[in-house]
T-cell receptor, first 112, second 112 residues
Framework: QQQVKQSPQSLIVQKGGISIINCAYE??????FPWYQQFPGKGPALLIA?????SEKKEGRFTISFNKSAKQFSLHIMDSQPGDSATYFC???????????FGKGTRLSVIA | NAGVTQTPKFQVLKTGQSMTLQCAQD?????MYWYRQDPGMGLRLIYY???????DKGEVPNGYNVSRLNKREFSLRLESAAPSQTSVYFC???????????FGPGTRLLVL
């Protein structure tokens, strides 16, 4: 059972464009939604995270949009740069000391 | 702080051989995890340890065993390696709430 569905699987964006990655979840008990960034040959690292009490969180060029009623959240990368080329994972967790549930990842390529 | 360290970085095994992947963290985290990452499959949780002295199965535990040696160390053992266990293995740790996971650099395992 895939609890967090992520799309697209891969994405190619022109330099300066907007990259958008979407995730949907089913478990309404989820209350924490992080995004992880993974460069080739490295382990994933936390990029940005949101809780359902806000609809948007912005950190630099990275923004999470959250739609509680639709049970969806998305990552927007503004002014995408070649250095943003990486695999991005969405994730979710619920209260009660349980592990994160990860989406299957999106490989982003930003081309000049 | 070294964060999360994993040894070895790369290993080649023959089918049927055994080996132990080592993981250590110096962040005084309570929780530790083992994932495998395969193309198109994302991060799949093998086992985790929410606290010292406890271990629990994740999504894909078959063929693996773990030991939480102490608060710092969490090892993953393959008793009889199979080609299907060829993968990149990541160890991660998290503080008590398990929300933010910190990943190691990974171990690349090839089973022939």
């Amino acid at each position: 059972q895939q609890q967090v569905k992520q799309s697209p699987q891969s994405l190619i964006v022109q330099k300066g464009g907007i990259s958008i990655i979407n995730c949907a979840y089913e478990n309404t008990a989820f209350d924490y939604f992080p995004w992880y960034q993974q460069f080739p040959g490295k382990g994933p690292a936390l990029l940005i995270a949101i809780r359902p009490d806000v609809s948007e969180k912005k950190e630099g060029r990275f923004t999470i949009s959250f739609n509680k009623s639709a049970k969806q959240f998305s990552l927007h990368i503004m002014d995408s740069q070649p250095g943003d080329s990486a695999t991005y994972f969405c994730a979710a967790s619920s209260p009660g000391n349980t592990p994160l549930v990860f989406g299957k990842g999106t490989r982003l390529s930003v081309i000049a | 702080n070294a964060g999360v360290t994993q040894t070895p970085k790369f290993q080649v095994l023959k089918t049927g051989q055994s080996m132990t992947l080592q993981c250590a963290q110096d962040m005084n985290h309570n929780s530790m995890y083992w994932y495998r990452q395969d193309p198109g499959m994302g991060l799949r949780l093998i086992y985790y340890s929410a606290s010292e002295g406890t271990t629990d199965k994740g999504e894909v535990p078959n063929g693996y065993n773990v030991s939480r040696l102490n608060k710092r160390e969490f090892s993953l053992r393959l008793e009889s390696a199979a080609p299907s266990q060829t993968s990149v293995y990541f160890c991660a740790s998290a503080p008590w709430d398990q929300e933010t996971q910190y990943f190691g650099p990974g171990t690349r395992l090839l089973v022939l």
